[in-house]
């Protein structure tokens, strides 16, 4: 399954605008799918050329033209040929995966019509702005909020967790984790190094879970100046997907470990060099005084029998990408069998490892083990 960027997107305009939005269009959030629908103009034959998408964003201001456009894209939705669905389809409705911003802020919701290709529909031929700003109702954390580390150890501080949907619907799996990110999080997806995580449980409509200390293993970034972010993340069916944050105002600064060498230590002789211990051969039995015998030339080693010289060691293993390596690559991972490998091609890309928890098969004992030989 293809997902949108949900950072900060680049986007960019034609000189000649190939179709636009035509009648009546609109959204439906229902959990965490997105429904668009919209009409289409045909303005151009260049059009059938393109591939095109639906997109919904979620911006912090209206956009006053396409080159305004910034936030994140809650969902995006490929598109049947322009020609198809501009002169034979009256109203064309799709859906899609939602990925909403996390947090509690309200934002301006804007339907996008793009083109280009698949992972990359950047090319804005169209947008409409809804007036009635949206704020999406997730879990959140509560009250005080920090961690502390100590030794290997950090302590992760989150005073409630609460749950403000309906009382019906009840949170999939919550998890806190704190990561180590290259800039302060804004909302949408990211890549950095995961520091610590545990697992809460879930948190019913309307109800709140509150929480003691919770003391774990410390996994420390490579060395680097980082933002620590905490976050508030939920299990849905495409994989965990970060509900609430806090970024903290003091960077960590990690710094690469120095070995020391040791000092070569001084060793005294019994004797000086110009010296020798006394030795009292008539003082010895006839029997231990031992005859100076000759040294015999040293034994000729014909080469064939020499040791084979042994290859230098390879500094790490290879790491495989999740988001690009063939199926084969994938299977022949320790832990990976053929059919796993086959569901991380198929649900692929993923935007962290953890994700792989969204393949079938794949539980947190089996992304223990194999997590050290893969990457993004």
């Known amino acids: 399954?293809?997902?949108?960027?949900?950072?900060d997107t680049s986007v960019q305009t034609s000189t000649v605008q190939l179709a636009r939005l035509?009648?009546?269009?609109?959204?439906?959030?229902?959990?965490?799918?997105?429904?668009?629908?919209?009409?289409?103009?045909?303005?151009?034959?260049?059009?059938?050329?393109?591939?095109?998408?639906?997109?919904?964003?979620?911006?912090?201001a209206a956009p006053a033209s396409a080159l305004d456009l910034a936030g994140h894209i809650v969902a995006e939705a490929p598109l049947p040929p322009m020609g198809e669905i501009a002169d034979e389809i009256e109203h064309l409705e799709v859906s899609a995966a939602a990925w909403p911003p996390a947090g509690a802020g309200e934002h301006v919701m804007v339907l996008v019509l793009a083109s280009g290709r698949p992972g990359q529909f950047n090319d804005v031929q169209d947008f409409a702005v809804y007036p009635r700003p949206q704020q999406f109702i997730q879990?959140?954390?509560?009250?005080?909020?920090?961690?502390?580390?100590?030794?290997?150890?950090?302590q992760i501080l989150v005073e409630r967790v609460q749950n403000p949907r309906p009382e019906a619907n009840r949170s999939g799996t919550l998890s806190l984790e704190l990561w180590a990110l290259t800039a302060p999080y804004r909302g949408g997806r990211f890549q950095g190094h995961h520091l610590a995580g545990v697992v809460i449980g879930v948190v019913c409509g309307q109800g709140e879970m509150a929480l003691q200390p919770i003391e774990v293993?410390?996994?420390?970034?490579?060395?680097g100046d980082w933002q620590i972010v905490l976050m508030l993340r939920e299990w849905t069916a495409a994989g965990f997907v970060t509900r609430d944050f806090a970024n903290f105002p003091i960077r960590f600064v990690s710094a690469p470990v120095v070995q020391k060498a040791l000092a070569p230590v001084a060793v005294k002789p019994a004797f000086p060099a110009a010296e020798k211990p006394p030795v009292d051969d008539a003082a010895k039995p006839a029997a231990l005084l031992t005859p100076p015998v000759a040294k015999a030339p040293p034994p000729v080693v014909p080469k064939a029998a020499a040791a084979p010289i042994a290859p230098p060691a390879e500094a790490s293993p290879r790491r495989v990408s999740v988001n690009t390596a063939d199926i084969e690559e994938l299977a022949a991972v320790k832990g990976l069998s053929r059919k796993l490998a086959e569901g991380v091609v198929k649900k692929r890309p993923f935007t962290s490892l953890d994700e792989l928890r969204r393949v079938k098969g794949i539980g947190a004992e089996i992304l223990a083990k194999v997590r050290s030989s893969l990457k993004l």
């Open 217 to 223: 293993a410390l996994f420390p970034p490579p060395p």
């Open 1 to 7: 399954m293809n997902t949108p960027t949900l950072e």
């Open 139 to 154: 879990p959140r954390m509560k009250g005080s909020v920090g961690y502390r580390i100590d030794a290997g150890r950090v």
């Open 22 to 60: 035509s009648g009546p269009h609109g959204y439906r959030l229902d959990g965490d799918t997105v429904h668009l629908n919209a009409m289409f103009a045909l303005l151009d034959a260049a059009a059938h050329q393109r591939s095109w998408a639906l997109q919904l964003w979620a911006c912090p």
